[in-house]
């Protein structure tokens, strides 16, 4: 009867200390796993920074696609307002002309 109350204490006493290094153990891996989610959470972090730099870099780029297309509509614009003026120019010239040589020939016939 003795021998079975040890055996059986024995028992009880190694189950216990079992379950106890097994509840260490997990805590460990609960450790562990705690650790490696803060590390993908901060690397989430990392990328979704990235991401956003990398938005902001677009977004730049298209603004100065965008200033470039108005600075250049702007030089075709003066372009053209300086080709009209040119143009102008030439047209009141040729009519000055025109006119002087209208009234030589007037002058001439009188």
Request: net charge neutral.
């Amino acid at each position: 009867m003795s021998n079975n109350l040890n055996n059986s204490l024995n028992n009880l006493s190694n189950n216990l200390n079992n379950n106890l290094n097994s509840n260490f153990n997990n805590l460990g891996n609960l450790g562990s796993n705690l650790n490696n989610l803060n590390n993908n959470l901060s690397n989430l972090n990392n990328l979704n920074n990235s991401l956003s730099n990398l938005n902001n870099n677009l977004n730049n780029l298209n603004n100065n696609l965008a200033n470039l297309t108005t600075n250049n509509n702007w030089g075709n614009s003066n372009w053209n307002n300086a080709n009209w003026g040119n143009s102008n120019q030439y047209w009141n010239n040729q009519n000055w002309i025109n006119r002087n040589w209208n009234n030589q020939n007037s002058n001439n016939q009188i």
